[in-house]
């Protein structure tokens, strides 16, 4: 008998130290949830920091309850079906699976819950999605390429995964910059599998067969392009990458880089929390994806310059993406993000 | 009173959850029906990398490799049910199941290499064998197989996905532990050297449980598909959930002690304590570290209670 009076105590015990957490449920306002199945990478963590500090200067939003770890589909499903029984008012979620999660989504929506995918999508009925345009993104780098080239020259055409989303909207704005400049050939087209060591292997080669080209566009495997450059004495040509810490630094402190870095900020979950607090308040986009259009920074300007050298942040994490927040979505501070807390968190 | 005190733990456990569900309860007072239906369904995969895990503990081994296996059947299922109907596709797979625990058990009674590095290596070998099979998410459930764990039966409340699985689970496991096959499994957990001078198979035993476990976890993956939809080719976190379930409910990690009830109900306590965590909104960093010290403070309670159940009292 004492064994299970003892059992009983200890389950006492344990239910005091869960308990007081109860409290963080908020009154009035809106309890937003967010669901993530990535932990410990750069650009995902940029998203959730800027998810909580959206969600911090928004004022109708009092409560942020997130579900981030590392798990499969199944556990998102977890999750998701865990911030339902919470009684949020909405999810934002980083999808595992476009097509995985829709019972779970569908039983939120239908329970009144707003859902928005960020950074990738759901087929779910009725979710919005809101995403960064990777066509878009393309197309505003290698412009910024071929104009700087004169409109004439030959290019070495570094892609991401083939068959992956992301890489085959980046290929249609390509092209459709590659059809403005009738002047420009590619030369040499690689996908670096968007592998640091890959990349920069596939530019030693290419620079070994000693054919000539004018620039390089990457699709964000931008730093080690330039190592590779600058590592084979090599004269450097105009590189087009993506804004990670790495490059946006060489475009100030490379000798002789022309360059220009286009955005693909992780605070496009920060643009999220503020578009689902829109669809709360009754101001719903008329279509239900929303891109966040990317924009470019380059070096060859005094602007431009400027621009750059504004972005950067020593306290910044050197993982995350140097594009903070989104103009005209997010509206913290760059401290804000940086301290990464949210509202009504334990 | 030796009822209750044969199964004391397992009783410790079912009275641990129900505190956890009152709390539950306290911190969100529209808990109910639709949220011990997602419970019992996000237990589904982890009940069955569980009860997988159990066997071959019991038996004195290890599996390292029943995530991948899951992975695999989930996959294979994914693909089969494209072309052919849910039935067969789920019985091919069944038998996948078995098949790749068979080679694990094989290859450990055979080669007589420890279990933990030759499921280790059978790891990554499953693995592997998941993205052959589909190298991307992908595939299709049968519609039967994804609304077999969805809603409640009999009364509001007692999720259909828990009967599922407390059914299959108890028809293989119930005769199995009443069988020969099962006192062999016991006798060569407890003691590889006296189950073998009593007569008892221990090599044909040993490959019989990882057959099992390898059974236990095409469930597993089945499950992952009707919660899901898909197959995924990447394996879930479910290795060292089952280990710990498997601990927290009262299997000896030395082997030839516990059942199947005792680590499934802790499966159940480790998912609500998650979902307690979340609708309490605790920082999700702290959360794996919350889940760690619950597991392993009550093993040790247990263990002070084993001590002082054996002292002079």
């Known amino acids: 008998m004492t064994r299970r009076l003892m059992m009983g105590a200890a389950v006492a015990a344990l239910s005091v130290t869960v308990a007081p957490a109860a409290f963080a449920d908020a009154h009035g306002g809106y309890t937003i949830g967010v669901s993530n199945t990535v932990q410990g990478n750069g650009w995902r963590e940029e998203m959730i920091c800027a998810m909580r500090a959206q969600a ?20 998102q499903l977890e999750d998701i079906n865990n911030l339902i029984e919470a009684g949020v008012d909405a999810i934002v979620l980083n999808p595992s699976n476009p097509d995985a999660l829709n019972s779970a989504l569908e039983a939120a929506m239908a329970a009144g819950i707003v859902v928005v995918a960020v950074d990738a999508g759901v087929t779910a009925e009725g979710a919005y999605i809101l995403s960064n345009n990777q066509e878009e993104y393309a197309y505003l780098g290698a412009r910024w390429l071929f104009e700087q080239l004169g409109g004439e020259g030959d290019v070495v055409y570094m892609r991401g995964i083939a068959g992956v989303s992301a890489d085959t909207d980046r290929d249609n704005g390509f092209r459709r910059a590659l059809a403005e400049f009738p002047g420009i050939e590619v030369v040499h087209e690689v996908f670096t599998g968007w592998q640091q060591d890959q990349g920069k292997q596939q530019m030693f080669d290419f620079l070994a067969t000693g054919i000539p080209f004018d620039g390089v566009w990457t699709s964000g495997i931008d730093n080690v392009i330039v190592d590779a450059f600058v590592e084979s004495g090599a004269p450097l040509v105009p590189i087009v990458g993506a804004d990670n810490a790495g490059f946006v630094q060489y475009l100030t402190t490379v000798e002789g880089l022309q360059g220009a870095a286009v955005t693909n900020p992780g605070s496009v979950g920060g643009a999220g929390i503020a578009l689902a607090v829109d669809i709360l308040n009754g101001e719903a986009p008329d279509s239900t994806t929303v891109l966040v259009d990317p924009v470019l920074w380059e070096n060859t300007t005094d602007e431009g310059r400027a621009t750059i050298m504004a972005a950067q942040n020593p306290n910044l994490d050197p993982e995350w993406p140097v594009s903070v927040s989104i103009p005209g979505w997010t509206d913290y501070t760059m401290e804000q993000i940086i301290a990464c807390e949210g509202p009504g968190e334990g | 009173m030796s009822f209750v005190r044969k199964n004391a733990w397992t009783l410790g456990l079912i009275a641990l959850f129900f505190v ?169 957990g407890s003691d590889e050297n006296a189950a073998f001078r009593s007569g008892v198979a221990v090599g044909r035993t040993k490959a019989a449980a990882y057959a099992f476990c390898g059974l236990f976890s095409a469930f597993g993956g089945l499950s992952l598909l009707a919660l899901t939809g898909i197959g995924e080719p990447v394996p879930g976190p479910y290795l060292l959930a089952a280990v710990a379930a498997v601990v927290l409910g009262g299997v000896t990690l030395g082997g030839g002690i516990g059942g199947l009830l005792g680590p499934i109900i802790a499966v159940f306590i480790l998912r609500i304590i998650r979902t307690i965590l979340t609708l309490a909104a605790v920082d999700p960093n702290v959360t794996t570290i919350v889940e760690g010290t619950i597991m392993v403070g009550v093993v040790m309670f247990g263990a002070f209670l084993m001590m002082r159940g054996r002292g002079p009292t």
């Open chain 1, 56 to 75: 911090l200067v928004e004022p109708d939003v009092t409560g942020l309850i997130v579900a981030h770890r590392n798990t499969d589909s199944a556990g």
């Open chain 2, 20 to 188: 956890l569900l009152g709390v539950t309860r306290l911190i969100q007072p529209s808990f109910g029906v639709s949220g011990l239906e997602s419970l019992a369904r996000a237990a589904l995969p982890f009940a069955f990398a569980t009860a997988a895990m159990a066997v071959v503990v019991i038996v004195g081994g290890i599996d390292l490799s029943v995530a991948s296996m899951m992975a695999v059947c989930s996959v294979t299922a994914a693909v089969l049910m494209q072309t052919m109907g849910g039935v067969p596709a789920i019985l091919i797979t069944l038998a996948v199941g078995a098949l790749m625990g068979l080679i694990n058990g094989v290859l450990i009674v055979v080669t007589r290499v420890p279990d933990i590095v030759v499921t280790l290596a059978m790891l990554f070998v499953w693995e592997g064998t998941a993205l052959l099979i589909l190298n991307s998410p992908g595939g299709a459930a049968a519609p039967f197989l994804r609304e077999a764990i969805v809603g409640s039966v009999l009364i509001d409340g007692l999720p259909q996905a828990l009967i599922v699985m407390a059914v299959i689970v108890a028809l293989i496991w119930v005769p199995l532990k009443r069988s020969k096959l099962g006192l062999a499994i016991y006798a060569t």
